[in-house]
């Protein structure tokens, strides 16, 4: 057993032996599910940017300093206790509590060079579903989902949206050309 999950039974235990101590017991317990939401989703929002960094950090290390390809940076937003931001060739993931029970994520577009022409998903929705015993849950297009799901799921879309296309030479593309056409000799496509 976990004693650090064992809390609540010491405010019991308080009560029993004091129970002038039942009103305070009951104030922290009996904040309803709104209160729980609110509690759920900062932890939610907390545990992302937590998955977030540590992709981040690894991906990064990849890169030899930004050599191989663009690194991708995170930013605290001030809107909310937990909102953050991805950043990475003029693209934004932004992460954000815009309402009670909901963490919007959403993409936007930097107006710097070779933006233009990359379009970004409309955004998306978790929001927060209260079960039994006061328990939050947080669901995706209506089904449950764990903040590593989330996080991996989003941090890979948001990766592959923000790769620097690489200019095909000129040299390239006739050869590129020529493989195409060996292929439909062959009954064979690239596509």
């Not at 909310?80 to 994520?105: E, P």
């Not at 930097?110 to 933006?115: A, N």
């Amino acid at each position: 057993m976990n004693i650090s999950h064992h809390g609540w039974i010491h405010e019991i235990a308080k009560v029993e032996t004091s129970p002038e101590a039942e009103a305070l017991y009951n104030m922290t317990q009996g904040a309803g599910p709104e209160q729980a939401i609110e509690e759920s989703t900062v932890d939610f929002l907390t545990d992302l940017r937590a998955d977030f960094q540590e992709y981040v950090r690894v991906f990064n290390s990849l890169s030899d300093s930004g050599k191989k390809f663009a690194e991708i940076k995170i930013f605290n937003l001030t809107q909310g206790a937990a909102d953050f931001m991805l950043y990475r060739n003029g693209i934004k993931l932004i992460v954000a509590n815009t309402t009670h029970g909901v963490i919007q994520v959403s993409y936007d577009r930097h107006g710097t060079p070779g933006t233009q022409g990359v379009s970004v998903p409309q955004p998306d929705e978790l929001l927060a579903k209260t079960g039994p015993f006061g328990t939050v849950c947080w669901t995706y297009r209506s089904e449950k989902v764990e903040c590593e799901q989330v996080s991996k799921h989003f941090f890979s879309e948001f990766t592959r949206l923000t790769r620097e296309q690489k200019k095909v030479r000129p040299n390239q593309k006739v050869l590129l050309e020529q493989i195409k056409a060996l292929l439909q000799e062959q009954g064979l496509s690239l596509e």
